[in-house]
DNA sequence: ACAAAAGTGTTACAACTACACCCATGG
DNA sequence: CCATGGGTGTAGTTGTAACACTTTTGT
């Protein structure tokens, strides 16, 4: 099958089975180097890059679409996952130029609403679990610094600029950057985080204080040895005591 | 045009003109008698309530819409006006029954996706200059206790509760509530609504000091007499200072 | 004169900010 | 032994919460 027929197909299966004129579109954050990261997509054959996303099947929760999708990109569930907006201007794209780019004939438009509804949600993921892989239409999957994007389709940069926003008034009100860490993790490279997200320098003593009085983190007895410096301890999120710290509001969910 | 004949147009009209298979709810807010108010209308010939709704035009932004349908229910334009969540349950309904209840023919049903997505926005408006008109689909409108709603329609009840949670959750951040607040107000019913909308006892002195700390509202040399007391002032809110302290970076919009 | 709500200031406590030194490790 | 980053406490400030009495007004 060649990749005409693959995306002609891909396209009848979607207008078959899925919610026309609503997709979704995920924007996948992940943290490495010190640096907060999206995965992004690269179209085929173009140097035009995208957020992954996808279509709601006709029987599916939209919830689950989100997680399906994501599954599908990155090989993830149970991941933070939230919906964050719906993108719903009259004129998101060039419609034509979409069709050029994916190598539609325009005889199958018909099939195809005039223009489409995006929801966005917004993942965390712990970047060590994931091998981004790219589709059919797509030649390249990887990270990149969301201080350093490429040229992005549609309105994804807007997407994207949305879902940070989302990020950072939420992190100051609940530990939900604890997703983006490997299981094992030091303050210190947690603080590397928080900084990244919030795009500001901590103060190491007040950031120690503030987690710490959370409660929900559990010191192991082990430290990451290997650099020329003092080796910091390793910590684990403790997610009992997360839940009931939730439970007594203790943490707040806004 | 009896009602069969006008409610079969009006379906024919959205499924040409509007966005398929995704509808728009509103939760509008009011503040009277020291009470939270949501404006609901009561299906013909039945007794059961729901929020106002509508369909978004093939051409338009959704936010319009949403615009577009809070100003054919209350008459007003410019409002505060915010979409907070798209909800897209695999069933949020029973699809034979509101077709029932809307008396449709099944038979037109071809022309009717089998599921709805909704986005719901809420809206925030000073309740005296509304009213409430319900149209040809409903007997009543009217404006209900939120601790006191009757039976709602479809998912709605839920739909009210995450407004309700939105609202409350902003009302800490930004000073949303003199949205719904006619133009020229006492600090003692600003207090009211701070209350209704918390559902807990204000300190006086406090709210005093940390509503006037934000520098937004303009004392009058008017007071609001006719009550068996003192008179309190009348305050205006000062949307200019409002303008200035959000760019100053001193109010938050989160 | 009485009932009802308005108006107002101080103190205690909690949360956040700023700030500097010694220690452990690998090279 | 040196460069690098880890680990830690205190004091000042800011914001929030608790609290009671006097004034005004209409009846």
């Known amino acids: 099958m060649d990749y005409t027929?693959?995306?002609i197909s891909f396209h009848n299966f979607i207008a078959d089975e899925c919610?026309?004129?609503?997709?979704?579109?995920?924007?996948?954050?992940?943290?490495?180097?010190?640096?907060?990261?999206?995965?992004?997509l690269r179209w085929k054959d173009t140097s035009e890059w995208c957020l992954p996303g996808g279509f709601i099947y006709k029987t599916e929760s939209v919830d689950r679409a989100?997680?399906?999708?994501?599954?599908e990109r990155t090989g993830l569930d149970k991941l933070f996952l939230q919906q964050f907006h719906l993108f719903g201007d009259a004129v998101r794209y060039d419609r034509e130029e979409m069709w050029r780019r994916q190598?539609?004939?325009?005889?199958?438009?018909?099939?195809?609403?005039?223009?489409?509804?995006?929801?966005?949600?917004y993942a965390l993921v712990d970047h060590?679990?994931?091998?981004?892989?790219?589709?059919?239409m797509t030649d390249e999957c990887r990270w990149w610094d969301i201080s350093d994007l490429p040229s992005l389709l549609y309105d994804h940069r807007q997407?994207?600029?949305?879902?940070?926003?989302?990020?950072?008034?939420?992190?100051?009100?609940?530990?939900?950057?604890l997703?983006?860490?490997?299981?094992?993790?030091?303050?210190?490279?947690?603080?590397r985080l928080?900084?990244?997200?919030?795009?500001?320098?901590?103060?190491?003593?007040?950031?120690?204080?503030?987690?710490?009085?959370?409660?929900?983190?559990?010191?192991?007895?082990e430290r990451r040895t290997g650099k020329a410096h003092k080796s910091p301890f390793l910590y684990r999120f403790d997610r009992e005591n997360y839940q009931k710290a939730l439970g007594n509001g203790n943490l707040s969910f806004v």
């Open 66 to 71: 989100a997680e399906r999708v994501l599954y």
């Open 103 to 121: 190598k539609m004939p325009m005889s199958f438009s018909e099939r195809w609403p005039e223009r489409t509804l995006s929801v966005g949600y």
């Open 159 to 177: 997407i994207v600029t949305v879902a940070l926003q989302t990020l950072r008034s939420q992190l100051n009100w609940q530990p939900i950057g």
């Open 128 to 136: 060590t679990q994931v091998t981004p892989t790219p589709d059919f």
């Open 19 to 40: 919610i026309p004129g609503v997709s979704l579109d995920c924007a996948i954050f992940g943290f490495h180097d010190t640096r907060l990261k999206v995965l992004l």
């Open 194 to 221: 928080y900084e990244a997200v919030l795009d500001k320098p901590l103060d190491a003593r007040n950031f120690h204080k503030k987690i710490m009085g959370l409660h929900i983190l559990t010191r192991l007895d």
């Open 5 to 7: 027929e693959q995306i």
């Open 179 to 191: 997703n983006l860490m490997a299981e094992k993790f030091t303050i210190p490279e947690l603080q």
